[in-house]
């Protein structure tokens, strides 16, 4: 079956700290990926997505993200979170072929940031 | 930018009352979505639109029925709302294209009392 998995549930890091929030996927080709980012509150903005080409993508708010097919994973990563990241973070993919019909969603990691 | 606009943040409705929910983009983009987001289960697609006019059941339609009569404008409809359609919901536009994302609306907070 198709799915995401974003293994953490909750994180708390101290700001300054760096991050990493995981995203695995079970699927049955090389999918498209995102990283989306949900305020308190608000609705939900593109970080970064990756189609093809360089595994390793940057995305706004310096954020960055690596495709590792072997893994079937697209960890977010960013070297020095600020208390503004604090926010819930989805992981999705989707077909290839596709028009985002078919994206399957993580359940999200929320991010708490220590000051 | 691309826009997407919910018309309403909050909304409190009564049980039994019929709702509609109302989303505007203003990038002219062909595909439209709307989803619930519920704490411990992601969003769930409950509707997509390819055109106008056109749509397609989602994940979890019951209780649910869209209107696309123009191509910016999606609505959204709980015929007979309940307390379990309390949530969030999301609405989203895309262009048809392969390699692009959902922009996604700020989300309407619904309670059904």
């Known amino acids: 079956a198709q799915s995401v998995t974003q293994p953490d549930i909750h994180i708390t890091v101290s700001e300054g700290a760096s991050l990493e929030l995981r995203c695995n996927y079970s699927y049955g080709a090389t999918p498209y990926l995102f990283w989306y980012v949900q305020s308190p509150g608000q609705g939900l903005q593109l970080l970064l997505k990756y189609f093809s080409g360089d595994t390793l993508v940057q995305g706004i708010k310096g954020f960055e993200a690596e495709f590792k097919r072997s893994q079937s994973s697209f960890n977010l990563r960013k070297p020095s979170v600020h208390w503004s990241d604090a926010a819930e973070y989805f992981c999705a993919v989707g077909p290839r072929a596709g028009n985002n019909r078919k994206l399957i969603w993580g359940l999200g990691t929320s991010l708490a940031v220590n000051p | 930018d691309v826009k997407v606009t919910q018309s309403s943040r909050y909304l409190v409705k009564r049980t039994g009352e019929k709702v509609f929910l109302e989303c505007v983009q203003d990038m002219d983009h062909e595909n439209m979505f709307w989803y619930r987001q519920d704490p411990g289960l992601g969003l769930r697609l409950i509707y997509f639109s390819y055109d106008v006019k056109m749509k397609e059941k989602g994940d979890i339609p019951e209780g649910y029925s869209v209107s696309r009569e123009k191509k910016e404008r999606f609505s959204l409809i709980l015929e007979s709302a309940s307390t379990n359609q309390t949530s969030m919901y999301l609405c989203?536009?895309?262009?048809?294209?392969?390699?692009?994302?959902?922009?996604f609306g700020q989300g309407t907070r619904l309670t059904v009392v």
């Open positions: 989203a536009s895309s262009p048809p294209e392969e390699n692009t994302e959902a922009f």
